[in-house]
């Protein structure tokens, strides 16, 4: 069983920033061998992508926060980050931690709440 925990969500103004930490854990499985990823629902909408890592640091984003959002991993600490800059309104929802393997399943974080607003 793979667990994973989102932390850094909070309240900040529009145009700041915030960066969210996921911390995979599961002794039986390599952080390594796992496509990382960061998905967010808003409420009433449905959950959306935003970024996904591979193990060798190659990134896919949506072009809805393209330019504004940063995926990164640390393989040595198991763990993800999303650096998020210029914040919107529209950025407020609960952002998820993914964990995808093919071999392995998928997982998911419990989820940690951006709220954007002045």
């Known amino acids: 069983q793979v667990n994973l925990v989102e932390s850094g969500g909070g309240l900040v103004q529009p145009g700041g920033s915030l960066r969210l930490s996921c911390v995979f854990s599961?002794?039986?499985?390599?952080?390594?061998?796992?496509?990382m990823g960061w998905y967010r629902q808003a409420p009433g909408k449905q959950r959306e992508f935003i970024t996904r890592i591979s193990s060798g640091g190659i990134t896919n984003t949506a072009e809805s926060v393209k330019g504004r959002f940063t995926m990164s991993r640390d393989n040595g600490k198991d763990m993800v980050f999303l650096q998020m800059n210029d914040l919107k309104p529209e950025d407020t929802a609960v952002y998820y931690c993914?964990?995808?393997?093919?071999?392995?399943?998928?997982?998911w974080g419990q989820g940690t709440q951006v709220t954007v607003s002045s």
């Open positions: 599961g002794s039986k499985f390599k952080f390594e061998s796992f496509i």
């Open positions: 993914h964990a995808d393997s093919a071999s392995e399943g998928e997982y």
